[in-house]
């Protein structure tokens, strides 16, 4: 190990010491993010920011596929109008901050900053929708929104973050039913497709579901450190909110109806999932999907040749340069081992190293950043041979998380062995449970574990409820969660 | 006129009877903006927002160009923050919404919530900044805003608003200032050449300045009521806030120096000056480069050749949809005619007629939208009809509005000349101008017309003052402005 290398080893603390620390120190060293001069929040930096873009383009993509557009509503909700659905604002309520005054002057009515836009939404959904023929409406919002939680963590739990929300109208249950389940099949094709991140798809339970929902559904992934994420959430509305907000119309019968409402969203969280899914103890591990660089060029400078190794860096960045998210790290003022562990760091899945040598042998050195595999390859076949490992490289993502995740799902039978495998193995544990809020609450107080969700993929065995001995409803995912 | 052009006719005021009314009625009507139920906030509807994006395509593309990375940071600034730097607290303070309490716990410290975020990005800043090798930083950030004005209007003056923020540090003054005219210049080509919209471009008096900035610069565009807009800015910040906000470096020379900043906004307004430059009294005329949709087909459905008509703009939608931004407007339940009005409204730049006659003769009628020329073009020569025709439009719009900056620049060589061009005939009024703040307030007061910039570009004329009779330091355009 060279000095470098100790160096950087030193500064991230390993997974198996301390997976808290990890992450804290990926996130800050990797130039993810920072710490802000306000409570709970964090500064996005470049790095951090450009992963989040390609989140965005690729959830945006699968959104319009499916005619979705998008639009801007109001952060702040006049008190009146929050307060309209009441389970919405007991479950909000506590966390929302106030805006009272304006300079020096007292508003007279409070101002609601948005934890979720639905009231907003939906108040303007009432004025645009009068007829059958208005329908669906399909809008999906990317935006900040503020939820003041106690603890916080970066890019996991935020007081301010970013996140999308999609808000649709229909005209009955079936296609509101349809479209909340279409749209976690969107999160779950993109979690697993783009983000190399397999999930569970699911209907959480009642005592989890959103506040004002008729069902919430989710999609769980699981950390390496063994503790799930709730990823993304689809919500069935029911006509709750438009029967509180008015949001009717004029249906082909010449009866007037309420309609049907979904809403879902995803946020930055998803970086976290990345982080903590692919990482490793020399910091990120990005998939190519979503790299904003996938190819970095480390040019080895020393010596006579320099001249020429830098032509050829220049020959290589833009041959390849129109097909991939290409750098080239020219900066002179590091080594070329330094430089090999910051794009390890910042999860670069590919390095090509050119030296005098490599010059001469018309080749180039190519380094996977996942397997840290090494090996020489010809110059002129490069295009190919990059485009078919990045497809590699993303597919083996997946194949490894998938592995982790099923390694790491057990079984079991009743509350000892479901509690000793919580407390040894992690991960999620399936176990047979009533369906009782009682029961699943019991559980949570004594293992500090969760219902992840009942999954669609369901794992039907027959058995007594773990908890109280009844009939088993479902077996479900219990796990400790982010 | 047919009865469906009379009743879209009468739905949109005239320009000529009340341009400030045909405005909003464009706004409403076109479904680009609604009123929220929040004081002075507009929801952006799907068709308004699909400009927003258009726009932020074609600025990030060109930031991205000049090195710029985007990152997001917090909303809230914690107050003794916000307090730091004496101008820029006094440009804003009033403005200023607080938030005072979160549930129902009051805060210790209240937060702002940003006006703009020169502050709270240079807290970061004085993080990240250590050495010289660590500049320049070059940052930009999409977000919303919050000001709170009296008099509100979509997108030109709301109380929360969208808009880009570039912030940007550096080691010296030169390279401050050169990147305070880059960005200037990037706005200058992006209002000319996506948005068709000519520009003045120059160096804002002292008295318009940002507050904390050492100069500001604006490019300024004529909307067709002969007012001009301020359409985007860009501001050589100087040390000031590096001063107050510790952003320092250690030069090469091994000593400590304040790092020299600037900031550059776009906002929503863009969206603004587009209707207002562009438009007609039949609604809307979007440029084609950010026109979200740049061709509409409308197959003319009546009769038993419907399924040929349909399968036509089937084949037309395809050929054409992997190059252009294309729509096929298939819906039953409106006319032909109907539709035509609908498609003006929303300002497509192109529009295809297909009916029964066009099948036989191999062709489609082709209608523009900025003259409303009509004429049938062969099937077979499409693409390269349309790709030539989307060019055309988009420079002759340019063109139009160029004429019109140039027909409505006047010149006025004393004080009675100016007052009685600006009443007559609006627009740009250039005059001698000593550079003394209280000549530009006296005319100000007089006339409502301010000096618009200081333009580059500069028609010097040798004269006096036309206010206080003293030498001229500039001819400025006068103009009362949005």
């Known amino acids: 190990m060279s000095?470098?290398?100790k160096e950087f080893v030193k500064a991230i603390t390993p997974q198996s010491q301390d997976f808290s620390q990890w992450y804290v120190d990926?996130?800050?060293r990797a130039e993810l993010a920072d710490y802000a001069p306000v409570r709970g929040c964090i500064a996005v930096r470049p790095q951090g920011y450009a992963i989040w873009e390609g989140i965005q383009s690729g959830l945006d993509r699968r959104f319009k596929q499916t005619g979705v557009m998008n639009a801007y509503f109001p952060m702040f909700i006049p008190e009146s109008l929050f307060k309209k659905e009441a389970e919405h604002v007991e479950g909000f309520s506590p966390e929302v901050p106030w805006v009272t005054q304006v300079g020096d002057e007292l508003l007279t009515e409070r101002l609601a900053i948005r934890p979720t836009s639905e009231i907003i939404i939906g108040s303007m959904y009432s004025k645009w929708i009068q007829s059958y023929r208005d329908l669906p409406v399909l809008i999906n919002q990317w935006c900040n929104v503020v939820r003041w939680e106690k603890a916080t963590r970066p890019f996991m739990r935020t007081t301010e973050f970013l996140w999308q929300e999609g808000h649709t109208a229909h005209r009955d249950e079936k296609e509101a039913r349809d479209r909340t389940l279409l749209m976690l099949d969107v999160y779950k094709r993109f979690y697993e497709e783009d983000l190399a991140i397999p999930v569970i798809a699911g209907r959480k339970s009642e005592s989890e579901k959103f506040a004002g929902a008729v069902d919430t559904y989710s999609v769980e992934a699981l950390m390496r450190d063994g503790r799930a994420l709730q990823a993304g959430t689809s919500h069935y509305l029911g006509s709750g909110f438009a029967e509180v907000l008015d949001i009717g119309f004029l249906d082909s019968d010449g009866r007037r109806k309420f309609c049907h409402q979904t809403s879902w969203g995803v946020s930055w969280r998803s970086i976290g999932a990345i982080i903590m899914v692919h990482g490793d103890d020399r910091?990120?591990?990005?998939?190519p999907k979503i790299a904003p660089t996938q190819v970095v060029i480390v040019p080895i400078m020393g010596g006579p040749q320099k001249d020429a190794v830098l032509a050829r860096t220049s020959e290589l960045e833009e041959m390849l340069g129109s097909r991939?998210?290409?750098?080239?790290d020219r900066r002179e003022e590091y080594s070329p081992g330094w430089k090999f562990n910051d794009w390890e760091l910042r999860g670069v899945p590919i390095r090509l190293e050119i030296g005098p040598r490599d010059l001469k042998a018309g080749q180039v050195v190519l380094v996977r950043r996942d397997t840290g595999e090494k090996r020489p390859v010809p110059a002129a076949g490069l295009p190919a041979a990059l485009a078919d490992l990045l497809d590699e490289i993303q597919h083996s993502l997946f194949d490894r998380a998938k592995a982790f995740l099923e390694e790491n799902s057990f079984v079991a039978h009743d509350a000892g062995e479901l509690?000793?495998?919580?407390?040894?193995?992690?991960?999620?544990?399936y176990a047979p449970w009533c369906g009782d809020k009682q029961c699943e609450q019991a559980i949570k107080a004594e293992t500090g574990a969760t219902v992840r969700n009942i999954p669609f993929d369901h794992r039907v065995t027959s058995g007594v409820c773990v908890k109280c001995g009844r009939e088993a409803e479902h077996w479900v995912p219990f796990a400790r969660a982010y």
């Open 324 to 328: 991939f998210r290409v750098k080239a």
């Open 283 to 287: 910091g990120l591990v990005l998939p």
């Open 3 to 5: 000095r470098d290398e």
């Open 26 to 28: 990926v996130v800050i």
């Open 419 to 429: 509690a000793s495998t919580l407390a040894e193995k992690r991960g999620f544990v």
